[in-house]
């Protein structure tokens, strides 16, 4: 299972979940449930879910680091 922090527009694995991801931080209200690696795919490339993507700790294969803050 994936949880989606709505807040934060993080996808986070649950089966691989680290300290550094906060899941029991994020609130029940702020969160979304996805159940297939194909759920998780299509939510990422969906337009209506622009700035979302995976989470740098847990899911880092969906993960995209912003270069340009480096050097901006």
Same mark, same amino acid.
């Given at each position: 299972?994936?949880?989606?922090?709505?807040?934060?527009?993080?996808?986070?694995?649950?089966?691989?979940?680290?300290?550094?991801?906060?899941? &029991?931080?994020?609130?029940?209200? &702020?969160?979304?449930?996805?159940?297939?690696?194909?759920?998780?795919?299509?939510?990422?490339?969906?337009?209506? &879910?622009?700035?979302?993507?995976?989470?740098?700790?847990?899911?880092?294969?969906?993960?995209?680091?912003?270069?340009?803050?480096?050097?901006?």
């Amino acid at each position: 299972m994936w949880i989606v922090d709505l807040d934060a527009k993080v996808v986070h694995d649950m089966s691989r979940p680290q300290y550094e991801c906060h899941i &029991n931080e994020i609130s029940k209200d &702020n969160r979304k449930k996805i159940f297939t690696l194909d759920g998780v795919k299509r939510f990422l490339s969906d337009p209506i &879910n622009k700035g979302f993507q995976g989470c740098q700790h847990c899911l880092p294969d969906f993960y995209q680091h912003d270069m340009t803050s480096i050097f901006g």
